[in-house]
C-alpha cells in the first residue's frame, strides 16, 4: 500500500533489536554475550488486495445477504442505517452460538469424564474386593497348610511311635525268648546236675554194702 514500506519497516525494527541486544550485554557486563538477531519483514506481493479478498470472502457467506442493505433502505433512512447492520448482530447470533456450543462441549467432556471417573471407581473398587477375596483366600490356604503340616508332623508322630513300640515289642520279645531258653539251658543243666549226684549217691551206697 506505501511504497518501500517492508523494507523501511525491516530497517527500523533492526534498529530496536540491535539497540536492546547491546544494551543486554552492557547490563550483564560482558559476562554473557546475546547473538544479532536477523529481522526479516515478508511482504507479500497481493497484500495491497487484500481487503478486496476480505470483502470477497465475505460476500461468499450466507450472512453477508441477512446483513445488505437496499437502496431504498437507504434512501428512506439515510447513511444512519449503515451503523445499523444487521451483520453486527449477526455477528453476535454467532458469538453467542459458539459460546454455547462451546458450552455444551464443555459439557459433553465434563460428563465424559465423570463417566470415565465412576467407571475407574468401580474397577478400582472390584480391584479391592478381589483383592480382599484373594487375601482371604491365601489366609484360608495359609491356614489350611498350616493344618495339613501339624497332620502331618502327628501323623509322622504316630508313625515313629509306632515303629518304637513295634521295635520296643520285638525286643522284649527277642528278651523273652533268650531268657526263657537260658532257663531251659539251666533247669536242663540242673537235671543233668541231678541225675550225676543222685547216680553219684547210689553208687557211694553200692560201695558202702560192699
Known amino acids: 500500500m506505501f511504497k518501500d ?28 554475550t546475546s547473538q544479532p538477531v ?14 478486496w479478498f476480505g470483502g470477497s470472502v465475505l460476500s461468499s457467506t450466507p450472512e453477508f445477504f441477512a446483513s445488505c442493505r437496499t437502496k431504498e433502505e437507504y434512501e428512506e433512512c439515510g447513511a444512519s ?7 453486527k448482530y449477526g455477528m453476535r447470533l454467532y458469538q453467542e452460538v459458539r459460546e454455547l456450543s462451546q458450552i ?35 489366609k484360608m490356604q495359609h491356614a ?10 502327628i501323623e509322622f508322630q504316630e508313625k515313629e511311635m509306632k515303629t518304637f513300640r513295634e521295635e520296643r515289642e520285638k525286643k522284649m520279645a527277642e528278651m523273652n525268648k533268650r ?11 540242673f537235671d543233668v546236675f541231678g541225675a550225676v549226684h543222685d547216680q553219684e549217691r547210689l553208687n557211694d551206697a553200692d560201695d558202702a554194702d560192699d
Open 81 to 87: 442505517i449503515c451503523r445499523k447492520t444487521r451483520l
Open 38 to 51: 536477523e529481522v526479516n519483514v515478508v511482504s507479500h506481493p497481493v497484500q495491497k488486495f487484500a481487503v
Open 179 to 189: 531268657y526263657f531258653e537260658n532257663m531251659l539251658d539251666l533247669e536242663r543243666e
Open 5 to 32: 514500506f517492508g523494507r523501511r519497516l525491516q530497517r527500523d525494527l533492526k534498529k530496536i533489536v540491535d539497540a536492546r541486544v547491546l544494551a543486554n550485554n552492557a547490563r550483564t557486563g560482558g559476562e554473557i
Open 144 to 153: 489350611q497348610n498350616k493344618e495339613e503340616e501339624f497332620s502331618s508332623f
Open 104 to 138: 455444551a462441549e464443555d459439557n459433553r467432556q465434563l460428563y465424559w469424564f465423570k463417566n470415565k471417573l465412576t467407571k475407574q471407581n468401580k474397577h478400582a473398587k472390584e480391584l479391592e474386593e478381589s483383592l480382599g477375596i484373594l487375601r482371604q483366600s491365601m
